[in-house]
């Protein structure tokens, strides 16, 4: 889509084609045209419109993806976060043309004196995914290939902290004493269903099958419903947290956890143990692979041998 108009005594040309977009300003609107004709035939050829556009630089997918993809994920908010931070950096903004090795190395360097591997990766990510798409879907160069070609240090595993009942205790005290909505609970059901937080804070009464004693998670992290058997106890819990008047955004929670956890002299305990320690417990049960599969949702059971701590004692039976 070409358009051309005049302001402040120039003719302004705009040219937009499949998320590209330049704009120029000429003395006279026969250049004007020329100019538009020309960047039309550079931009997708005069009868091939397969050719791949070529936008100015990293950001400007970025900018796209914030707007059209982003808002439809989850797990929006945190990337949106993310997209915004990248778009300060500097390699970002450079054009493609010029965009080379060194400058996504520099940033490398930069951002892990600054942050963990782990993080930086999950960060980088975005940047690739956000390429991938625009290559197989809005017909975009990108480079995707230079990113592809980044080395980092790979995470090293983190150290899970096995919950006993005294820090269960501490926990559950310090939640109690925080005014934090439903903090106490929402710790009793992440050690009870393996549950991450994102999921226990989407539980609704409709969720709760009280007479044959389920709790339906329609939403999950890997897109698969699964169903919880309840006893008692946490089904009273569940109810009550159900229809809870209030209850703590994700951030709230996520704050409110590291308040606690100093409180409570578990500094190293993070919420994510929780769910570790839920599956250490039912292995300690004796609960079979496909029962504990189908309690915390993993699809293979090599992801969920990376769940299980369990006590040395029964480790040692394990390798008998």
Known sequence: MASIR?????????????????????DRVTDAKAWVQEEHQRVAGEFNFSRKVRPRNTAEILSRYLNDI???????????????????????????????????TAYRDTRLSKVTPATFKRQFNVVKSACK???????????????KRLRYPQPRPKLVTRITAQKEAALIHAAKNTTTPQLANIIRIALATGMRRG???????????KDHRLLQIPDTKNGYPRVFPLNDALLEI?????????????????QAWERIRIKARCPNVRFHDLRHEAISRW??????????????????????????????????????
């Open 6 to 26: 005049k302001r402040n005594g120039k003719y302004q040309a705009q040219f937009k084609y499949r998320g590209y977009y330049r704009a120029k300003s000429f």
């Open 70 to 104: 982003t808002p439809t994920k989850r797990g929006f908010a945190s990337e949106s976060t993310v997209i915004k931070m990248l778009l300060k950096e500097h390699w970002v903004n450079i054009p493609l043309d010029n965009l080379c090795m060194t400058h996504i």
């Open 133 to 147: 798409l625009a290559e197989d879907e809005w017909n975009l160069e990108t480079p995707l290939t230079l990113l």
């Open 199 to 209: 999921e226990i804070l989407g539980i609704r009464p409709e969720h709760i099958d």
């Open 238 to 254: 569940l109810q009550e947290f159900a229809i809870a008047d209030s209850k703590p955004s994700a951030n709230g929670l996520r």
């Open 283 to 320: 292995w300690e049960q004796g609960l079979t692979l496909p029962q504990i599969a189908s309690r915390s949702g993993h699809r293979s059971f090599s992801e969920l041998f990376r769940y299980s701590h369990c006590s040395d004692s029964l480790a040692r039976q394990l390798t008998e």
